[in-house]
């Protein structure tokens, strides 16, 4: 993995768990080094970055655009300008950047996880849970997915499924996220307080 590559999975884990002090650090990093290697790619998805923290996301989507422009075959650029559209309101629209980056990064795990995300958002939770399988195709060590298809499953009220896949977000997530993992039990206890309501 290079060393830009490396920094952006750092980057996007911190601002999935919300770090967002650590997201800035990163990004500031990437954007540094970016443009030491004169990686204009780089440097205008770092830049974008730094809106997103920032919650400027029309500034993001420029940038990420450029990005786009030296890498065609960037999809977590075309995975975060989606994030940004949908951060303003763009919702039908910005499932056309997350196909995009499906289409020339089919091995990246997020877009599908964000793409599954946005579906159970819009109460689309049987073609998220399609999204969310896949992204753990790519990736079965991601604690944050297995989180996500347990909200599908819980909206669905499967709750045999939400509470598996809630367990094994709780098993997956890393130490130190413990506000994170509050949440998944919370979500555990509801969801066998559901179960407990039905056989009765």
């Known amino acids: 993995m290079d060393e830009f590559a490396l920094l952006r999975e750092k980057l996007d884990e911190a601002i999935t768990y919300g770090r967002i002090e650590l997201a800035g650090q990163l990004a500031n990093e990437g954007l540094a080094r970016s ?3 004169e990686s204009l790619g780089e440097s205008e998805y770092f830049k974008a970055q730094i809106e997103i923290i920032k919650g ?7 940038h990420f655009d450029q ?6 075959r960037d999809g977590a650029a075309f995975n975060d300008r989606a994030l940004c559209m949908v951060e303003l309101g763009i919702i039908e629209e910005a499932f056309y950047y997350f196909d995009k980056g499906i289409e020339v990064e089919p091995d990246y795990a997020t ?21 969310f399988r896949k992204a ?4 079965p060590a991601r604690a944050v997915t297995y989180e996500n298809l347990g909200d599908a499953f ?5 709750y045999r499924l939400a509470l598996e896949a809630y367990q094994e977000a709780i098993g997956l997530l890393k130490p130190g996220y413990s506000d994170i993992k509050e949440q998944i039990v919370k979500q555990i206890e509801l969801v066998k307080d559901k179960m407990n309501k039905e056989r009765q």
């Open 35 to 37: 443009e030491a290697k």
């Open 111 to 131: 877009v599908y996880h964000n793409k599954g995300w946005l579906l159970n958002q819009i109460g689309r939770h049987q073609e998220a849970i399609a999204y």
């Open 154 to 158: 819980l909206n669905l009220t499967d």
């Open 56 to 62: 400027n996301y029309f500034e993001a989507i420029r």
């Open 136 to 139: 753990l195709e790519l990736d």
């Open 67 to 72: 990005a786009i422009s030296f890498n065609p």
